[in-house]
DNA sequence: GTGACTTTGTGCATCGGTTCACAAAGGGAT
DNA sequence: ATCCCTTTGTGAACCGATGCACAAAGTCAC
């Protein structure tokens, strides 16, 4: 038997988790603006959704907002960064060290809370040894031990897609069981490894899709909308 | 009178679409391979789905299996990519050619089939005029002038956050329906226009969500109440 | 041609997520 | 304290997507 009791339902629905961060931006812009209270409807705007979802959204994390006032904007954004883990610092290794790694390396803005680049790992020896935002690329032949003796935990990968399979077997050989792919290749992992994928290409294609059927279709198939 | 491979229902499921450039990947990868047909479940394997939800993603598209056998490649390859819009060309303008936008510029991947980058836009005296992955980069003052001119339809905004706004209202006026957002902010658009959304930051925060559980964080937090 | 075998295409049950709509809860004015 | 007004939190209907399971449709061997 389990305890009827757990106040907190931990079973956070996905698509509520992958709206948290957007709900965290826009607090964030108003804490700064000195906004001290905000109502479901006003942070429903400013991240572009239904405020109904935004209040179920943040139901689950427990009842932080207050009937006829709304949620107090610091507290909310404390509640939100600790249920993502944003209050620890997670080490992040940016493996592939090309046009798109270095363009990561370089990014400030994702590191900007609770991420920290801790690793950059290639495997052509041109760029092993160069500095980029002040870190030092490391050879990929040393991948396991900079992510054991730097605490990596999420990798993002931005290899090649013919290398990104083998460095993702590696990487989660050596514990990592967080990644981040922008190689345009299906990783096959095992149970309990998380990956997410950016794909450029998909997203222009889907793009293109919708694009067609606005300007009329393969077809000219002209249907009511 | 049969009308067999005539997709009925112009109306695919938004899953579904994001899905075929899946499909397109792996068959792209299997006709290099040289073979000539497949069957669902193994495309499924290759693209990393479930074959049910394949064969009814592909059943949207229109009747082009053969049972018993399964689906001829090359026929496929051309039925997606057509139903997709990559049977055409794509104009894309770059607007924002900073560190991420020169990766963009400079990944070969995306601009495989169907799209190719028509011109790159930023607004920083120091980088216009400057030759990037083979072309000009010219200056925001001339974005619609640009956008017209390339026939550009599809807008890629790697901007820094506080422009994105800005330069999406102006794209629009200038007639462009669809944009592939690098920028972290929501955009807000008028209906008919297609925004998609690519944000680093987002991801790596879902990542630390599904992290912080896994090493056990659920539990210890009692609070009162 | 016939029968055995393979694989598609889809009806159906199910599930997760979205949206509506409203009772409950709180604040502020008088 | 009482009433009114605002806003939350959520029950319930709804909607799209998923996955099972199987009949229909085809191939192949003989």
């Known amino acids: 038997m389990k305890s009827p009791s757990q106040p907190r339902d931990r ?52 009842s932080y907002g207050t009937r006829g006032v709304g949620y107090e904007v610091e507290y909310l954004v404390y509640q939100i960064s600790r249920e993502l883990g944003l209050t620890q610092d997670w080490a992040v290794a940016i493996v592939g060290v090309g046009n798109l790694g270095r363009a ?21 020896p041109e760029v092993v040894g160069d500095t980029i935002a002040g870190l030092n690329v490391e050879h990929i032949d040393e991948l396991e031990a900079v992510i054991k003796r ?39 992992v095992s149970d309990g490894v998380d990956v997410r994928k950016v794909d450029l290409s998909i997203e222009l294609q889907i793009l293109a899709f919708h694009e067609q059927r606005k300007a009329g279709g393969p077809l000219m198939a002209v249907d009511g909308q």
């Not at 990561?104 to 052509?124: C, E, I, M, P, T």
């Open 11 to 62: 079973g956070i629905p996905e698509a509520t988790v992958a709206r948290l961060p957007l709900y965290l931006r826009a607090l964030h812009g108003m804490a700064e603006r000195g906004v001290a209270t905000v109502s479901s409807e006003d942070l429903a705007v400013a991240a572009g959704v239904n405020s109904a979802k935004l209040r179920k959204d943040l139901s689950h994390l427990g």
């Open 104 to 124: 990561l390396a370089n990014y400030g803005g994702f590191v900007s809370r609770g991420f920290r680049v801790a690793a950059l790992v290639d495997a052509d």
């Open 150 to 188: 730097r605490g990596v935990s999420i990798v993002v990968l931005a290899t090649p897609a013919e290398a990104a399979q083998d460095v993702c077997d590696r990487v989660i050989d050596a514990g990592v069981t967080s990644i981040l792919n922008f190689a345009p290749v299906v990783l096959s």
